[in-house]
C-alpha cells in the first residue's frame, strides 16, 4: 500500500504514532535538524536545551541527566513508533529527514512532530535504521551529551527500549484487530533493528518482552519508580549512578 499524503493508516494507533504532515500550520517551529546542530554550550533558544529544561521542571527532576535521558527516550519513541508504524501498515516509511520534521519544544508528551513533506522510502530494516538510528538518534545523542553527562549506553538502551515499546503497542493493537500480518512484520522489524550494530548488546528480546541492560535515570525521579523493562529488579539506594552499558 502506497502511503497516502494524510499517514492515514497510522490515526487508530493513536498517541506515539499519530504523524501531522503539511509544514504550513508548523512553519515557525524549528526543525529537528536545527536542534541537533545547535549542540555548543550557552546557544540561546535552543530547543533542545529548552526541552530538557521543561522535562526537567514538570518531573522535578533532581539533576539535569535524568531530564535529558526522558526527554531522548520520548522523542525516540515518537520516531520509532512513525516509522515501524508506517514500515508494519503501508510496507513503506515516509522519509523522516531531520530537515523535513518540525518540533514542538514546549508541547506536552507525547512530542508533537510534523512532516513537511511525504517522500516515501522502502519499509525495510536498513532503511529504518538509516531514517531513525543515523538520521536523528545517533545526532540526538550527540547534541544531548554536549550538554549532559549521559553515557553513551543509557542512550543505546533508551534507543533500543522505545523500539522494543512501540513494536509490542503496534503489536497488540494488530492482534486486537485481526491484522495479523501486520503484527508478524512489526515484530520481525523489531527483532532484526535491534541486532543492528549501534542496538546489539542493548537488551534482550523475548517474544515481545524487553529487558534492557541499563538504566534510563527514570528512578531517580520522585516517586519514578522502575520502568517494566529496566535492568534492576529494585531502585538503587546507595549509588546515584546507574550502570550504562
Keep these: 500500500m502506497n502511503l497516502d499524503p494524510d499517514l ?13 504532515t503539511g509544514g504550513a500550520a508548523a512553519g515557525t517551529l524549528p526543525t529537528l535538524a536545527q536542534a541537533y546542530a545547535a549542540a555548543a554550550p550557552d546557544v540561546y533558544g535552543n530547543p533542545l536545551i529548552f526541552r530538557v529544561g521543561k522535562v526537567a521542571t514538570a518531573l522535578r527532576a533532581p539533576e539535569s541527566r535524568v531530564a535529558a535521558s526522558v526527554a531522548h527516550l520520548g522523542l525516540a519513541a515518537r520516531l520509532w513508533s512513525v516509522a515501524l508504524g508506517c514500515a508494519a501498515l503501508y510496507g513503506r516509511v515516509p522519509d523522516l529527514d531531520a530537515r523535513l520534521l518540525r518540533w514542538d519544544a514546549d508541547a506536552g508528551a507525547p512530542d508533537d512532530l510534523w512532516l513537511s513533506d511525504v517522500r516515501p522510502l522502502p519499509g525495510d ?20 551529551r554536549a550538554h549532559h553527562r549521559l553515557a553513551p549506553g543509557l542512550l543505546r538502551g533508551n534507543a533500543a527500549s522505545a523500539l522494543a515499546g512501540a513494536a509490542r503497542e503496534l503489536d497488540r493493537w494488530a492482534r486486537r484487530h485481526g491484522r495479523t500480518d501486520t503484527a508478524v512484520r512489526a515484530r520481525s522489524l523489531a527483532a532484526e533493528l535491534l541486532a543492528h550494530p549501534l542496538l546489539t548488546g542493548s537488551g534482550t528480546l523475548t517474544g515481545t518482552a524487553f529487558r534492557r541492560r ?3 535515570l527514570y528512578y531517580r525521579v520522585p516517586g ?18 546507574a550502570p550504562s552499558e
Design 224 to 241: 519514578g519508580g522502575l520502568c517494566g523493562d529496566c535492568c534492576f529488579t529494585r531502585p538503587p539506594r546507595s549509588s546515584p549512578h
Design 125 to 144: 530494516a536498513p532503511t529504518l535504521a538509516d531514517v531513525v538510528l543515523r538520521g536523528h538518534l545517533g545526532p540526538l545523542s550527540a547534541a544531548l
Design 8 to 20: 492515514a493508516a497510522l490515526r487508530p494507533l493513536g498517541g506515539y504514532f499519530v504523524l501531522r
Design 214 to 216: 541499563s538504566c534510563c
